[in-house]
Every structure is written in structure tokens, then in C-alpha cells.
């Protein structure tokens, strides 16, 4: 005899028969890439460690880049993060080539992160043209602290300590 879950999976199948799911499409390209001085900038990088700027910008030169461009994008990419420079030496950070995100990009990723400041708000009234204070900050009360004796005790004189020592005896007692 099988097992619950073998006869449920009969029947679950006898009911409705699998339907094979086909694979995903291949995602098509925006468009072809012919001439990428960045990517072939960033690679250069990569391979060639420890170039000066000037070193790597001649080199991709020889290979038909403008040098200008190439100088340029590698201080995008060393403001990016993508290449550091040390001791005018350049060294990629990261294994792969990622696009250089625009400064518009950037500048709106920094204006999410930056927390806003806040605003001094003044209310004048209308009617007088006197400006209203603002409500004074409140300052969250401390916790009260554990009660001890000899706080009570410290603070009474002689005669009240006499006074309430009769009380407490009248009490407990009896």
C-alpha cells in the first residue's frame, strides 16, 4: 500500500497533468557595443597595474583613443571607486567592469543618503503680526529611581523621626 503522499501526488496528477514551464527568452541587448573606450580603459587598468595616469592614457592612444577621453574617464572612475590611485599609480577596486553611473545618478544617490536639515519654522499671527513663541523643547523626565529608607530618613528631624517611628509601631504591631 503507498504512502499518503505518493497516493496524493497520483491523484493531484490523474486530476490535472503537469504543464511544462518553457525556458526564460535570452534577454536581447539595448544595442551593440562597437566602441567602448570605457570598458577597454577600465580593462586596461586591470591588466596593466601600477600605471601612471599619462602611462596607461599613451598606451590606449597607440590603440586609437583619444587620450583626452581616457584621462578623463579614469578620474570618473577614481571617483567612482571603480580605480584608486596610489602614489600616482592606478589600481582597479573591483574584478569587473561596471557602466559609470552619471553624476546626476550620483548627485541624487548623495541627496537620499544626506539627512535634510531641519528648518526653523516662525509663526507670526496674521491678525497682530506678533510672532508666536515656539513651544519650549520638553526634556523627557529621568526615571524614578528606586525607592530607599534612608532617603525618608535623612530628611526628617528628630521629632518627626520620633513621630513616625510611633506610627509605624502603632501599625505593625498593633
Do not use: C
Not at 65 to 71: D, F, G, L, P, T
Amino acid at each position: 500500500m503507498p504512502d499518503i503522499a505518493t497516493a496524493l501526488q497520483k491523484a493531484l496528477n490523474d486530476w490535472e497533468p503537469p504543464v511544462p514551464i518553457p525556458p526564460p527568452a535570452p534577454a536581447k541587448p539595448y544595442f551593440t557595443v562597437t566602441n567602448n573606450v570605457t570598458r577597454v580603459t577600465f580593462d586596461y587598468v586591470r591588466d596593466n597595474p601600477g600605471k601612471t595616469r599619462v602611462e596607461v592614457a599613451a598606451a590606449l592612444e597607440k590603440m586609437g583613443y583619444k587620450s583626452s577621453s581616457v584621462s578623463s574617464l579614469l578620474g570618473q572612475m577614481i571617483k567612482q571607486g571603480m580605480v584608486r590611485e596610489s602614489r600616482n599609480l592606478l589600481y582597479v577596486t573591483i574584478n569587473e567592469y561596471t557602466p559609470i553611473k552619471s553624476s546626476k545618478v550620483l548627485k541624487a544617490l548623495a541627496d537620499k543618503q544626506a539627512t535634510p536639515e531641519r528648518k526653523k519654522v516662525v509663526i507670526v499671527s496674521k491678525r497682530t503680526g506678533e510672532v508666536i513663541p515656539a513651544a519650549p523643547k520638553v526634556e523627557p523626565t529621568p526615571a524614578a529611581k528606586e525607592w530607599e529608607p534612608n532617603d525618608v530618613i535623612d530628611k526628617l528631624t528628630v521629632h518627626q523621626a520620633i513621630a513616625l517611628f510611633k506610627a509605624l509601631r502603632n501599625i505593625l504591631v498593633g
